[in-house]
């Protein structure tokens, strides 16, 4: 058992930022893959950003590439989203995640623990 705790979302104005912190505990190794997705009203989950704790590697949706920057702490299972230069259309539920046997890195459909999410408003 995973679990995975969420801070940091709120409401911008475009063009602003937020900083997303997610902890994990339990069972989760360096092997595990974890990261973001989002979801607004009435569209599918997508992935947004996403790192394998191991390495280190990181992957991002097209959408944000240049943008927002994930991260981990150097001292425990904690990953990061820093977002910058926020649009509207990056508004929505933001959902904390973690998996293992991840062979798509933003498929949520590989990803097993997931946190209660954290809302991101951004008005125009």
């Known amino acids: 058992q995973v679990q995975l705790v969420e801070s940091g979302g709120g409401s911008v104005q475009a063009g602003g930022s937020l900083r997303l912190s997610c902890a994990a505990s339990g069972s989760i190794d360096r092997t595990y893959f974890m990261g973001w997705f989002r979801q607004a009203p009435g569209k599918e989950r997508e992935g947004v950003a996403t790192i394998y704790i191991s390495s280190g590697s990181t992957y991002y949706v097209d959408s944000v590439e240049g943008r927002f920057t994930i991260s981990q702490d150097n001292t425990k299972i904690t990953v990061y989203l820093q977002m910058n230069s926020l649009k509207p259309e990056d508004a929505g539920m933001y959902y904390c995640?973690?998996?293992?046997?991840?062979?798509?890195?933003?498929?949520?459909?590989?990803?097993?623990?997931w946190g209660q999410g954290t809302q991101v408003t951004v008005s125009s």
């Open positions: 995640a973690a998996g293992s046997w991840v062979a798509a890195p933003l498929n949520p459909s590989y990803f097993a623990y």
